[in-house]
């Protein structure tokens, strides 16, 4: 079991993901094992068989069969809840736990590198991120999205390859993967190189299921993780509010599904699809990702 000796502070809030902002830590961060002794808090903790922070596999070339999403159709992102997409709708992206849209080309939702709300138990106790009192590395801004530990390589894919397989199995032709820049959080604690690893099996393994893999948000990252991972293509949140969509654009082309929110945006929403070079699939969505039967619920594409 490792730990963190401090909080973290506030970072941006994005939805489910957050990209660029590494974690400002007041203290010197120390790790120390299950094993080691409560004299020695700073012991670093030799490296075991489920441990690596060696680079990813080479991405395999099965992404060449796999479909990917069509390039500029109309899409809906529906974390918040299934529901019948809008009129023109091609593209619909839903949590692992839902079913897929009929007809739709369907992006199944996997947090794969920290834990989703209430599912923190799906998870072995030990392959979480703690501090040195014992308290996992909660997200601030989503409660019970406990930090996964991508060092124990197998020990995480563990959990999240029957994930996968059962996107495949339910229909969907994509897998989202959320949260790849949670070693952003950690003072280097977790690497890029750790969790890019995590990333290689999972990829491969959507893969070799006949889904396509999407990256999702970790705009910095972009060329190495379709380089070193072998994602297929991206899905984004507030790239247009950041200022960062051409850092996936010059990546992946037109395939580039991005979602934007109102309480986010400098500019009108209209400004935005006006601008040259934005995601071909951009969409504005509130916050909560509600239902139509919701008074919150807003969806809207660019004309």
Known sequence: MHALSNEPSARRSRHRSRALLAAVFTGILALSACSATPSDPSATPAPTATETSSVAPEPTT?????????????????????????????IVARDRTAD?????????YVNAFQTQPGEQAKWPTDVLLRYASGAPLIDPD???????????????????LPWIRGCADAGYAAVEFDNLDTYTRTDGVLTRDHNTAVAGILVAAAHKAGLAAGQKNAAQDAAHLR????????????????????????????????????????ASFADVCARPGRPAS????????????????LYATCP
């Not at 099965?62 to 709708?89: C, E, H, I, K, N």
């Not at 897929?100 to 199944?108: E, F, L, M, N, T």
């Not at 950041?242 to 400098?266: K, M, N, R, W």
């Open 227 to 266: 380089e070193t991972a072998g994602f297929d293509f991206a899905v984004t949140e507030e790239c247009a509010a950041f200022d960062e969509c051409s850092a996936y654009t010059d990546v992946y082309g037109q395939q580039v599904l991005e979602i934007e929110y109102p309480d986010s945006l400098t």
């Open 100 to 108: 897929p849209a009929p007809g739709k080309y369907g992006i199944c």
């Open 62 to 90: 099965s992404s060449r069969t796999v479909a990917l999403p069509p390039a500029g159709a109309a899409f809906d992102y529906q974390l918040g809840g299934a529901y019948d997409p809008p009129a023109g709708v091609e």
């Open 142 to 160: 989503w409660p019970d999205e406990v930090i996964v530990d991508t060092r124990q390589t197998d020990r995480v894919t563990a959990v999240v």
């Open 282 to 297: 951009l969409i504005l969505r509130d916050r909560a990702l509600a239902t139509p039967d919701n008074a919150g619920y």
